[in-house]
T-cell receptor, first 116, second 115 residues
């Protein structure tokens, strides 16, 4: 079990460019989450997948943001026409589905985006 | 909607001193409560959680937190800290029985343990 991985770890881009991040969850996990963490703030929920279905999107996720999870495995988060306000750490988490009270979310190391 | 307030953004302490990191939450429904820790250049790790039952929960590395429903608090404590406890600590809530189990985090408290 290698945990949740994210690629790239760092991305620097110019305003107006498109960027795409990838998240590979723990292999048997069917739930996948994206969060965004800006400087001095805690992580904020962006979106949630159960298998390949995107079941919830935060109002933080503007039309420039799109997330996919084809085949219910890895996920991508794309930001089009990046703005300086998009600069943040983008965190991915995954969890399994059991009969217990709660399924722990395991977080990846994050992708730090800097928009110049 | 739920919200989490961590009253201290930074807490500096000396090694072997006790520490308390404060967390208060607001919710109109019952919640699950969590403390996550983030070491430098690493992802968030679950430190401990309260789901139900005993209001005092403990972690394997000596931290404990107590759920206080009347004060809507979930403060994190450790009687004697080590240099290696230096990290950012996040309090979070989740609403049970909501299928997504998304987490709502506080702003975090940076714990710095000095020799």
């Amino acid at each position: 079990d290698t945990g949740v991985s994210q690629d790239p770890r760092h991305k620097i881009t110019k305003r107006g460019q498109n960027v795409t991040f990838r998240c590979d969850p723990i292999s048997e996990h069917n739930r996948l989450y994206w969060y965004r963490q800006t400087l001095g703030q805690g992580p904020e929920f962006l979106t949630y997948f159960q298998n390949e279905a995107q079941l919830e999107k935060s109002r933080l996720l503007s039309d420039r943001f799109s997330a996919e999870r084809p085949k219910g495995s890895f996920s991508t988060l794309e930001i089009q026409r990046t703005e300086q306000g998009d600069s943040a750490m983008y965190l991915c988490a995954s969890s399994g589905q059991t009969s217990g009270l709660y399924n722990e979310q395991f977080f990846g190391p994050g992708t730090r985006l800097t928009v110049l | 909607a739920q919200s989490v307030t961590q009253l201290d953004s930074q807490v500096p302490v000396f090694e072997e001193a006790p520490v308390e990191l404060r967390c208060n939450y607001s919710s109109s429904v019952s919640v699950y409560l969590f403390w996550y820790v983030q070491y430098p250049n690493q992802g968030l790790q679950l430190l401990l959680k309260y789901l139900s039952g005993s209001t005092l929960v403990e972690s394997i590395n000596g931290f404990e937190a107590e759920f206080n429903k009347s004060q809507t608090s979930f403060h994190l404590r450790k009687p004697s800290v080590h240099i290696s406890d230096t990290a950012e600590y996040f309090c979070a809530v989740s609403v049970p029985l909501r299928s997504n189990y998304k987490l709502t985090f506080g702003k975090g408290t940076l714990l710095t343990v000095n020799p």
